[in-house]
């Protein structure tokens, strides 16, 4: 059971528990890429836990723009706000890649947080950062130009899911995630064509490179952009680590 270590809640239930919690958790099923998983006004019974891939969650404005709030990775959870707060999902949840997904009950998930204190403190904290990335998301669309909204994003990824990187002399952090264009477009407010030239061109000044369809953020980068988000410090504290 490794994706224990790796779970957002499993990996703070004592070892000695494990078995008396596991088994409100369903098996992990596969799901394919872009399956959307709930859609808004869907009833909001369960909790998901990824054990492999990866989900975008978006919402529809008024004016009909799609936004993208967050992607979900490896040992996360998603849905947990609407489940909590909601009695429908308010949002859409879609895999980006092939996934393993597994989803615990509504009343398992409340019984949860009132066994275990430390799980009901991750959830508040859990909440209060999506609450927070947000509203950084809607200020990113609201304020800025597409490269600055690139940027933003580029830099909340690396703090998210950034690894340390040094190879033959290229220093930087990682962003240890596949995310395609359109993808990124999605995040920008912007179409694939737009985020395709933005890319090259900070490649061309030296910004970034590519590691297979993974993006190198170069040390270069942060000195231009680092002033862009309130949590990028920690970014460059890990990164030279």
């Known amino acids: 059971m490794w994706y224990v270590k ?13 078995d008396e919690v596991l088994h409100i958790f369903s098996p992990h099923m596969p799901i394919k890429k872009n399956v959307i998983i709930y859609h808004p006004n869907d009833p909001s019974d369960f909790v998901y836990m990824i054990k492999k891939g990866s989900v975008q ?9 799609q936004i993208t709030l967050n992607i979900v990775t490896e040992g996360m959870i998603f849905g947990e706000g609407d489940v909590l707060n909601e009695k429908v999902y ?3 949840a879609e895999t980006l890649e092939t996934s393993q997904i597994c989803y615990i009950r509504k009343d398992d998930f409340q019984g949860l947080l009132a066994q275990y204190r430390n799980v009901n403190n991750m959830m508040l904290n859990i909440l209060h950062r999506r609450w927070k990335e947000a509203q950084i998301q809607i200020e990113n669309l609201a304020f800025y130009e597409v490269h600055e909204r690139l940027a933003n994003i580029l830099l909340r ?9 040094n190879n033959n002399g290229l220093r930087g952090t990682l962003v240890n995630f596949k995310v395609s264009q359109d993808k990124l477009g999605d995040f920008c407010g912007t179409s694939r064509e737009s985020i395709n030239r933005n890319l090259k061109d900070m490649k061309a000044q030296g910004l ?31 990164k030279h680590a």
Do not use: W
Not at 6 to 18: D, G, V
Not at 57 to 65: D, E, F, K, S
Not at 209 to 236: A, K, N, Q
């Open 6 to 18: 790796k779970s957002e809640i499993l990996s703070l239930i004592p070892h000695e528990c494990l």
């Open 90 to 92: 308010t949002h859409y």
């Open 157 to 165: 990824f690396s703090a998210e899911y950034g690894m340390p990187y």
């Open 208 to 238: 970034l490179e590519f590691e297979g369809r993974r993006i190198v953020l170069l040390d270069s980068f942060f000195d231009v952009y680092s002033g862009g988000l309130e949590h990028v410090p920690s970014v460059r504290a890990k």
């Open 57 to 65: 969650l978006t919402r529809i404005a008024h004016n009909g723009q």
